[in-house]
């Protein structure tokens, strides 16, 4: 086992075992577990809860939290294995395409890692989605689908990654690459991604498009951040092989996601279609900072950026994640207006465990 599985690892672990940190988002998936656990302790069938129905066309994630009814009742055991299934996938793609494993950690840490508290769903989608990729390298249509559709059935949004498979498979000049950046600003500057962000930001289209419309405006860190990544890449263009096939795959994700960040440059959270794509910026970076010419200034940056986001999300999530506190002790946390605002079982307050742990 390599020292970054362990770390990814022991990251599952305190992200699973903490309260609920991180926001409505991990209250809402709870309470709908907790209805579906009541049903299968009354012999009654998951499947036909209200829970279940409510995800509709995400019927992969209502059928996962189905069968884990089979084992726990307990909305913290359910996010614990959740939040587990999720770094294992995440272990999965990073292991396979990854050759820096300790600046991979570290992109993480400053892009995704608080993610993994609260969006269960998404996050889910995208690491089955990545089980896609050696697919889309082997040109293996039919398994690269069925993949797909599962993570499709966890979070409509990975549908995003369909195009990919058609792609050219190649190595695009930095000339086309500039040009295509461009034309993705345009785009992001018009009504077009308002469309496209009700059909595939979540399941509940027209509460998106209410929250694009409300929250329109300039994003100036999207484009900072794809600026960025371009800057890092482009530098480095010439390093990047023509002839490895995961690498050339792992920046074509890369460029995509930054293209992602910048047809949502007007979008609160239009974003996090990007988040199916983070594994290129993972890989990329990452693999740019071992050639021997560049790991001590590139290495430097990259490190530097990555602390200055992680400490930037910190400081914007504040009660939502801060002071950790695990399920492990009863009580809640003093000062957690989103516990005030969203809990609907007062019982957790006092015992986490008053729901069966295991067993129904």
């Known amino acids: 086992m390599t020292a970054m599985t362990v770390y990814m690892l022991a990251l599952g672990v305190f992200v699973g075992l903490g309260d609920m940190l991180g926001g409505y988002d991990r209250y809402i998936y709870a309470e709908l577990f907790d209805r579906m656990a009541d049903q ?16 509709g066309s995400e019927f992969g994630y209502g059928t996962f939290c189905a069968l884990l009814t089979y084992i726990t009742s307990n909305r913290y055991i359910f996010i614990f294995i959740a939040t587990m299934v999720i770094y294992v996938l995440l272990i999965q793609s990073l292991r396979r395409y990854v050759d820096n494993a300790p600046f991979a950690v570290v992109m993480f840490m400053g892009l995704w890692f608080f993610f993994t508290f609260t969006y269960l769903r998404q996050v889910i989608g995208a690491t089955i989605v990545w089980l896609s990729i ?38 695009f000049t930095p000339k086309q690459v500039i040009v295509l950046m461009a034309v993705a600003l345009v785009i992001g500057l018009s009504p077009i991604p308002q469309a496209l962000f009700a059909a595939y930001g979540d399941v509940d289209a027209d509460r998106m498009t209410a929250n694009y419309e409300a929250d329109a405006g300039f994003r100036w860190a999207y484009l900072i951040e794809a600026g960025f990544f371009l800057f890092v890449i482009l530098s480095n263009y010439s390093k990047i092989s023509e002839e490895d096939d ?11 996601f930054c293209a992602i960040l910048l047809v949502f440059v007007r979008s609160e959270n239009g974003g996090r279609l990007g988040w199916f794509f983070m594994i290129g910026v993972f890989c990329t970076m990452s693999n740019i900072c071992i050639n021997q010419n560049r790991v001590q200034s ?46 609907y079982d007062n019982n957790y307050d006092v015992d986490k465990f008053y729901r069966p742990a295991f067993g129904n």
């Open 40 to 55: 299968t302790k009354l012999g009654r069938s998951p499947w036909l809860s209200f829970s279940f129905a409510f995800y």
């Open 134 to 171: 050696e697919y889309i390298i082997k040109r293996d249509l039919k398994r690269f689908l069925l993949v797909l559709f599962i993570a499709f059935s966890f979070h409509n949004s990975a549908i995003v990654f369909l195009p990919l498979y058609f792609m050219p498979f190649r190595k």
């Open 246 to 256: 995961r690498e050339l795959m792992m920046l074509n994700i890369a460029l995509t």
């Open 298 to 343: 590139y290495g430097t940056l990259l490190v530097v950026v990555s602390f200055f986001l992680f400490f930037r999300i910190l400081n914007a999530w504040g009660v939502q994640v801060t002071p950790y506190k695990s399920f492990m002790t009863d009580g809640v946390r003093i000062g957690d207006t989103i516990h005030d605002k969203y809990e």
